[in-house]
């Protein structure tokens, strides 16, 4: 494990390296997750292996530390990861990102674009979302007030997602897990879906294929986009089709 301070008050992040050769590639997880636990079985698949590859957690995520006095905007987390990755001596990485992990990739791109070569985002949220009460996402929890899910929304959150998301969520600190949720469905200014268009670099968009057509993908074609859909798999294309996400990934990341 290795870390790094990401925040002027020393919060530090933290991650598993894998060793290989350069160019870094670096792994961000979703919301209430974890990039060991969400990437590790395609990092080290043999049409993805032999990169130097960081399985990194968002602050308050997983093993990194959970301020609370951070507020979790996407903007902020992509500049905290920008300092850990400066930190760990990596620039031009190529990042594969799932789901809010995605949104703070765009992101970071955008603002701090000597650490990003190209981008790999895994159904990735690219617009704001509406607040839905009684789901278990970020829509879910961002219908709380950060009052009520202290003091209580977090169990409902808890029996909602499951005992799968779960297992890694318990892990995020319940004001990094509020606050990223809200963030995330209000989303930037210009949107992500904006940011990730403007950008010129290499760029792939999976989705899982039973999600049918992604809004929006003749625009981002024309922007230079690869919209790529996977086969059997749920929004946890890593997880319920390693195979083929494995091979849309090296694909992804041979792109001109």
Sequence with gaps: MRSAV??????RIR???LPGRERARVYVHGLGA???AYFTQ???HPLLAGHRSLLIDLLGHGISDRPTAFD???EAHADALARALTSADVTGAELIAHSMGGSVAIVLA??????VSRLVLVDANL????RRPGSGGSSGIAAYSEEEFLAGGWQEVRDRVGPHWWSTMRLTGREALYRSAVHLVRGTTPTMRELLMDLEIPRTYLLPEDD???PGAGALAGAGVAVVSIPDCGHNIMLDNPDAFACATAAALRRE
């Design 6 to 11: 990401a925040t002027t008050e020393g919060d």
């Design 34 to 36: 974890t990039s060991p």
């Design 127 to 130: 617009d704001p979302l509406p």
């Design 72 to 74: 979790y905007t996407l």
């Design 15 to 17: 991650w598993v390296e």
């Design 110 to 115: 955008a603002r701090h674009p000597r650490l």
């Design 212 to 214: 049918g057509p992604l």
């Design 42 to 44: 395609t990092a080290v």
